[in-house]
């Protein structure tokens, strides 16, 4: 399996790492039964449950442009060591960024998510 491709499964781990984390604040600020509910009327989560919750929905968005790149990449043969450092960067960054939103660093969010746009400029830079 190429390396990008196997990022891209740990990528996704990370998705679903968010996700679990996410659901727990949640679960703790606003509790189960309104989870298992409709959720109409749901108060936002706030604190570090509601950067979870932002930070899970903004690694979606971005697993997305990843995902399509990592995987034209792969299909049309145009792998190669930029495309590895512009998945390692992602990747990376992505884990730096929830770390550091979780913990509510601002400035030091937004490099981290600047690093991971780099990273998919690199991979970008190799299909056109």
């Given at each position: 399996?190429k390396p ?79 495309t590895l ?19 509510g660093i ?23």
């Open positions: 399996m990008e491709l196997m990022l891209l499964v740990w990528a996704v781990l990370l998705t679903f790492v968010q996700m679990l984390i996410a659901v727990s604040g949640a679960t703790l600020q606003v509790g189960l039964p309104a989870l298992a509910g409709n959720r109409e009327g749901l108060v936002p989560c706030t604190g570090w449950a509601g950067r979870a919750a932002r930070a899970h929905h903004n690694m979606l968005e971005n697993l997305v442009l990843f995902a399509s790149l990592v995987l034209v990449a792969a299909l049309a043969g145009k792998t190669n060591a930029t450092l512009g998945a390692q960067l992602f990747f990376w960054a992505r884990v730096a960024y929830a770390v550091v939103y979780l913990g601002p400035w030091l969010r937004t490099a981290a998510w600047l690093v991971s746009v780099i990273g998919l400029a690199l991979i970008f830079s190799q299909l056109v």
